[in-house]
Nanobody
């Protein structure tokens, strides 16, 4: 049983920085990729960032490019989302996700089998 657990959320002010952490445990296979998604009130869950083991590349949503940095450990058992220049539009529940296989488009929800419970990030103006 694979478990994904996020931590590090909270309430911050506009312009602040915050780092989210994600820990993956369990399973007997290598994780092929990890990602961060977020869901704001009344909106659909959206892609934020994703890392692929095979290509060793990270992709970002346009709305966070240049402000957010996703990092992982070599074993893909942990991921981090370093967020800076936060604004109220970044307020959302942030989810960490992991996938056991390669996927054509790692930015889609369906690519990921394992999800964390989500963690709230609130940016106050």
């Amino acid at each position: 049983q694979v478990q994904v657990v996020e931590s590090g959320g909270g309430l911050v002010q506009v312009g602040d920085s915050l780092t989210l952490s994600c820990a993956v445990s369990g399973g007997t296979f290598d994780i092929a990729g990890m990602a961060w998604f977020r869901q704001a009130p009344g909106r659909e869950r959206e892609f934020v960032a994703a890392f692929s083991r095979t290509t060793r590349t990270t992709h970002y949503a346009g709305s966070v490019q240049g402000r957010f940095t996703m990092r992982t450990d070599n074993a893909l058992k942990a991921a981090y989302l370093e967020m800076s220049s936060l604004n109220p539009e970044d307020t959302a529940v942030y989810y960490c996700a992991a996938r056991p296989r390669n996927w054509a488009d790692a930015r889609t929800l369906g690519a990921y089998d394992y999800w964390g419970q989500g963690i709230q990030v609130t940016v106050s103006s």
